[in-house]
């Protein structure tokens, strides 16, 4: 759950409802300058991008699948007086979105990765807990929904994609649930699943839904997010011109260890942290490291944004050395493995 649903006041857009997940340290990592052109990726209402375009002369390409967060951007273009371009589009596509702006060279990239806070707080949309409503889950409002995938994918399938992106260990006895439940009608809205996983999952004290999940990885599943986090890591490191800046706000350990391990191995450090993977002998460094470690929101912005707890933030800039190809390491983990995971926490 993320925080870029809202832009900063006083800038170009007007008054927005709340300030971004850690926007001063996303300012500082990226360090927007007057006619810089930067990629905001995960437009959503335009937080990062407002607080970019506030920056005299710097321009900004932002991408968003979701159409109505391209139909609400609308008066943000206006406003911004040719200096902002809005796309439609996933930001693993960046690539082709920043040339068809005529753009080969970034100054700088920011992703805020995951489903917006608007998306969450609307039931329609299918994403909440809180509210009820149809099983959808998608980001961009086309292709398979999470209704189709609980209701027509096989017990193994739905398993994995439980255990692997919702990183629950009760996977395979909600798996079963469901496909028990759908033999006698189709599981349709949110609070049907919902209740259906907390009949097997137990609820631990003042912890989370037991079905948060579960609700998880069928939404990184559905919007493949974790496919589109690393094609676009990859996008980025082709497109950032030397000294251009890479920064990235994660909220769950599936999406910080892809970019963990992307920056660490583009860096120069073996492995990407891991005594189980090769250095790259003999590659030229394509980044080196802004933020040691993951920035974290500070104590008086969880308060304020209870939705900024689980936010990392990791950036690099970009050296003068060729990009690389694509590492086949970091783009596996974001694909469901092949094997079947044994039945241990299943």
Not at 32 to 45: C, H, Q
Not at 224 to 236: C, F, I, S, T, V
Not at 256 to 262: A, C, M, N, P, S
Request: proline share 5%; glycine share 10%.
């Amino acid at each position: 759950m993320t925080g870029r649903d809202d832009g900063p006041a006083g800038v170009a857009g007007g008054p927005a409802r709340h300030v971004p997940v850690l926007l001063g340290e996303v300012l500082a990592a990226l360090a927007p300058r007057d006619g810089g052109l930067y990629l905001d990726g995960t437009f959503g209402a335009g937080g990062y991008t407002s607080a970019i375009l506030a920056v005299p002369g710097a321009r900004v390409i932002a991408l968003d699948r979701d159409p109505d967060a391209i139909a609400a951007g609308a008066p943000l273009v206006a406003a911004a007086g040719g200096r902002l371009a809005l796309v439609e589009t996933v930001f693993g596509a960046m690539e082709a979105a920043a040339r068809g702006q005529g753009a080969d060279r970034l100054d700088g990239v920011v992703l805020d990765i995951g489903v917006s806070s608007m998306q969450i707080d609307e039931g329609e949309r299918g994403f909440s807990l809180r509210f009820d409503g149809p099983l959808d889950m998608r980001m961009a409002q086309a292709g398979e929904s999470a209704a189709e995938v609980v209701n027509t994918a096989d017990e193994a399938l739905l398993a994995d994609i439980i255990y692997n992106f919702g990183e629950e260990r009760r996977a395979r006895a909600v798996a079963r649930a469901i496909v028990e439940r759908r033999a006698a009608a189709p599981i349709a809205t949110t609070k049907e699943l919902a209740d259906l996983v907390a009949s097997v999952v137990w609820a631990e004290p003042h912890g989370p839904h037991p079905a948060t999940r579960t609700f998880q990885a069928l939404r990184i599943y559905v919007n493949d997010e974790l496919g589109e986090l690393a094609r676009a890591l990859h996008a980025a490191e082709r497109l950032l011109r030397p000294g251009g800046r890479l920064a990235v706000v994660t909220f769950h350990s599936l999406e910080d260890r892809i970019v963990k391990q992307f920056l660490a191995r583009r860096a120069g450090r073996a492995g990407g942290g891991s005594r189980h993977l090769p250095e790259e002998a003999g590659e030229a460094p394509t980044f080196r490291l802004v933020t040691r470690g993951a920035v974290a929101p500070s104590e008086a912005e969880c308060r304020a944004n209870p939705r900024a707890r689980s936010a990392k933030l990791r950036a690099a800039e970009r050296t003068d050395a060729p990009a690389r190809e694509e590492d086949e390491s970091v783009m596996s983990l974001a694909t469901l493995p092949e094997r079947r995971f044994r039945k241990r926490g299943r």
